[in-house]
């Protein structure tokens, strides 16, 4: 019987801002190009909310898929297997399953034109693989058929 392995971690990502971003500004997450705009007319178009922090919320809640009408433009899906939180100047990405292959993932400033925002962190600090650590219980431990099959599912 081995042991049990290390559970696997999240990678994440900070965007650090100094200002309000402006129209035409984009941050590249993933395979996207989310753009801050005024007035939001095309699918993956922010808000530029009313100041810095309103604007990151925007950007948080596209990444998660919980905005209100307004916030970007309407049939704007949100960022698969990522989440978002925010603060007043500060936007951190996690990748929703733990493990080293979120490191890879792309968090990058597209176009700043103001200066006002940086990835401060990119995708990083992810480690280990999910399904060694879930066959690492399962060989580790006398399991039930039930909880194999679920684990199994994962």
């Known amino acids: ?18 200002g309000n971003f402006a129209s035409n500004d984009t941050v590249l997450i993933g395979s996207r190009v989310l753009k801050f705009e005024a007035t939001p007319a095309a699918l993956d178009d922010i ?23 307004g916030e970007a433009f309407a049939g704007t899906l949100p960022v698969i297997g990522l989440s978002a939180v925010s603060t007043a100047t500060v936007l951190t990405v996690t990748v929703d399953v733990a493990g080293a292959y979120g490191n890879s ?3 990058r400033e597209g176009v700043d034109g103001g200066g006002t925002f940086s990835i401060t962190t990119a995708m990083a600090g992810g480690t280990g693989d999910l399904q060694a650590y879930i066959d690492s219980i399962i060989s580790g431990a006398q399991l039930n058929s039930e909880v194999i099959e679920a684990l199994a599912g994962l």
């Open 105 to 107: 993932m792309d968090l």
């Open 1 to 18: 019987m081995s042991g049990i392995i290390a559970a696997p971690v999240a990678a994440s990502g900070v965007l650090t801002a100094t």
């Open 47 to 69: 808000d530029v909310g009313a100041d810095l922090e309103a604007s990151l919320v925007n950007l948080a809640g596209v990444i998660n898929g919980d905005f209100a009408v």
